[in-house]
């Protein structure tokens, strides 16, 4: 099977990219959604309808109505408050908004390729986008991990939740940003050389 054009393996990476653009999203949207719902929970806890310890674990009611016609109790375990679900939304808010720039650049980065034009000059700048959105995932990984390790400092570590703050560098990461360095300049010089070609013709 041929590497570029139509019915190439490019066509099928661009499918595949399609299909994980959708779903990334579709992730957004949930977690549009989560936001939201977590908004609206402590705004409910706020006007005292629901217990705050639904958030913290142990047993509490739902209340609808002024506490008289409607009343639920549950038994929850706990670990949704605010220093562990904020940084958790934040956390997938950054990796599904890098994840639909790179996407979405490796989609029309494809989409050249199947087309059979892969030094367009605009291709360069995919791969400088791609490369710059991953720096910053990555960078934006350290901050926050930080920035959760100064929270729980300041709060405590909350009951039930699991930390590790063990730091480490992702070398396969960093050796794919210097690679796309690299092959931004390279698709940058091909297009030129494309360009001055058909110049001369």
């Given at each position: 099977?041929?590497?570029?054009?139509?019915?190439?393996?490019?066509?099928?990476?661009?499918?595949?990219?399609?299909?994980?653009?959708?779903?990334?999203?579709?992730?957004?949207?949930?977690?549009?959604?989560?936001?939201?719902?977590?908004?609206?929970?402590n705004l409910m806890i706020g006007a005292d309808w629901i217990d705050a310890n639904i958030l913290?674990?142990?047993?509490?009611?739902?209340?609808?109505?002024?506490?008289?016609?409607?009343?639920?109790?549950?038994?929850?375990?706990?670990?949704a408050t605010w220093p562990v679900v904020v940084p958790a939304l934040v956390i997938g808010g950054?990796?599904?908004?890098?994840?639909?720039?790179?996407?979405?650049?490796?989609?029309?980065?494809?989409?050249?390729?199947?087309?059979?034009?892969?030094?367009?000059?605009?291709?360069?700048?995919?791969?400088?986008?791609?490369?710059?959105?991953?720096?910053?995932?990555?960078?934006?990984?350290?901050?926050?991990?930080?920035?959760?390790?100064?929270?729980?400092?300041?709060?405590?570590?909350?009951?039930?939740?699991?930390?590790?703050?063990?730091?480490?560098?992702?070398?396969?990461?960093?050796?794919?940003?210097?690679?796309?360095?690299?092959?931004?300049?390279?698709?940058?010089?091909?297009?030129?050389?494309?360009?001055?070609?058909?110049?001369?013709?």
């Amino acid at each position: 099977m041929k590497a570029l054009g139509k019915g190439s393996v490019s066509s099928l990476v661009k499918l595949a990219l399609t299909i994980a653009w959708w779903a990334l999203w579709i992730g957004l949207f949930g977690l549009a959604l989560a936001v939201i719902g977590y908004t609206l929970l402590n705004l409910m806890i706020g006007a005292d309808w629901i217990d705050a310890n639904i958030l913290t674990g142990g047993e509490g009611e739902i209340r609808v109505g002024g506490g008289s016609s409607f009343d639920l109790t549950y038994t929850h375990p706990g670990g949704a408050t605010w220093p562990v679900v904020v940084p958790a939304l934040v956390i997938g808010g950054v990796a599904i908004a890098g994840g639909l720039v790179i996407v979405g650049r490796l989609r029309l980065l494809f989409d050249s390729f199947t087309s059979g034009e892969p030094f367009r000059r605009e291709n360069a700048t995919h791969l400088r986008v791609i490369w710059i959105a991953m720096l910053a995932i990555e960078v934006s990984r350290y901050v926050l991990m930080g920035a959760i390790a100064a929270l729980f400092a300041a709060t405590g570590v909350p009951e039930r939740a699991n930390v590790d703050f063990n730091l480490h560098i992702d070398i396969s990461t960093w050796m794919s940003i210097a690679i796309l360095i690299v092959l931004a300049e390279v698709f940058r010089e091909g297009a030129r050389m494309k360009e001055e070609q058909e110049l001369t013709i």
